[in-house]
């Protein structure tokens, strides 16, 4: 069964923008993650949060999640061209087995 | 870096034959697990394996079977292929369950049955 779900389905922005994009599951988590995917290529890890964790950054990401809320959320800053892909989120409930989310599809226009 | 290779990325076959998706790990990750994606729906797990002769089921094992007879090696098979398992399947693998482990995935088999 699908936990996760995303918000928006489909963003549409310019260059040099924020991207933010939001991710809802359902019981609790060990941690929850991001991936990104290109378009007909597998999905590559971006970031990890954990349950205990409320905000983390890499690079231009920044991951936020709110427990209480069961809510995530990927802003990526300053966008590229190169950053159009799909971003699925996907929660770990323990045991390294995922459930992933629909995913946003992110389309950067240069 | 860790590569996970799926043995074909398009794949065409007809209704009716067994079909053997395999994949490929070089990092010596004991879990590793098979999905399918489709519009509108994500990823579904469909069977995973957490060490070698091992497999589990996942949300969506019907029409599907997997063989883990190597730790590097996890072999998907429609035992007989239909029309609605048209997709893109897609492998990952992850080491041992630690507390946060991301799982590293293959490029994926589009595979398509006529």
């Known amino acids: 069964s699908q936990q996760g779900e995303e918000d928006p389905q489909a963003l549409s922005i310019q260059e040099g923008e924020n991207a933010t994009m939001n991710c809802s599951y359902k019981?609790?988590?060990?941690?929850l993650q991001w991936y990104r995917q290109n378009s007909g290529r597998g999905l590559v890890h971006l970031i990890l949060?954990?349950?205990?964790?409320r905000e983390k950054h890499s690079g231009r990401l920044r991951v936020t999640l709110d427990t209480s809320k069961k809510s995530s959320s990927l802003l990526i800053t300053a966008s590229r061209a190169a950053d159009t892909a799909s971003y699925f989120c996907a929660t770990d409930q323990g045991g390294g087995k995922l459930i992933f989310g629909q995913g946003t599809e992110l389309s950067v226009k240069p | 870096d860790v590569k996970v290779t799926q043995s074909s990325r398009y794949l065409v076959k007809r209704t009716g034959e067994k079909v053997f998706l395999e994949c490929v790990q070089d990092m010596d990750h004991e879990n590793m697990f098979w999905y399918r994606q489709d519009p509108g729906l994500g990823l579904r797990l469909i069977y995973f394996s957490y060490d070698v002769k091992m497999k589990e089921k996942g949300d969506i094992p019907e029409g599907y079977s997997v063989s883990r007879e190597k730790k590097e090696r996890f072999s998907l098979i429609l035992e007989s292929a239909s029309t609605n398992q048209t997709s893109m399947y897609l492998c990952?693998?992850?080491?041992?369950?630690?507390?946060?482990?991301?799982?590293?995935f293959g490029d994926g088999t589009r595979l398509s049955i006529l």
């Open positions: 949060i954990r349950s205990n964790e």
């Open positions: 019981t609790s988590i060990n941690n």
């Open positions: 990952a693998s992850s080491p041992k369950p630690g507390p946060h482990n991301p799982q590293h």
